[in-house]
Each structure stands twice: as C-alpha cells, then as structure tokens.
C-alpha cells in the first residue's frame, strides 16, 4: 500500500511539473561553448592554437632558409 502511495504522488508531481524548453542551438556551428559557462576558456584554447599554428609555420621557414643556406 505504501509503495502504491508513493508512486502515485511521483506521477502527479511528474504531470504538475512544468515542461523544460529545447536548448536553442548556437549561431554559428564553430562555437559550440557561446553562451555558456566554458566560453572564455574556449577563447582561450583558440588563441593558444593560432599562436601554435604561428610558430610553427615560423619555424618550418627558419628551416627552409637553413636548408637553403647549405
């Protein structure tokens, strides 16, 4: 009996509560953290990569002009 009462009280909360609304998706489909909490650290990772990206290409040049030294 008491196990009917209880699930009886869960499926009249369940029907009183109130639907929660479909996360809209993003803008842009290349920044999947806009709007949230990870956003800046997002930014971060970004900038970090372009900076990599940077000196690497910098790097492959120095050896290029290296190899064409010798």
Same mark, same amino acid.
């Given at each position: 009996m008491r196990q009917l009462t209880i699930l009886v009280l869960m499926v009249v909360l369940a029907a009183c509560?109130?639907?929660?609304?479909a996360a809209k998706p993003s803008a842009e489909p290349d920044k999947p953290l806009q709007g949230t909490v990870l956003q800046a650290q997002g930014e971060a990772l970004q900038r970090a990569k372009e900076v990599e990206a940077t000196i690497n290409q910098?790097? =492959? =040049?120095?050896?290029?002009?290296?190899?064409?030294a010798e």
């Amino acid at each position: 009996m008491r196990q009917l009462t209880i699930l009886v009280l869960m499926v009249v909360l369940a029907a009183c509560s109130e639907s929660q609304p479909a996360a809209k998706p993003s803008a842009e489909p290349d920044k999947p953290l806009q709007g949230t909490v990870l956003q800046a650290q997002g930014e971060a990772l970004q900038r970090a990569k372009e900076v990599e990206a940077t000196i690497n290409q910098a790097d =492959q =040049q120095r050896r290029a002009e290296l190899d064409a030294a010798e």
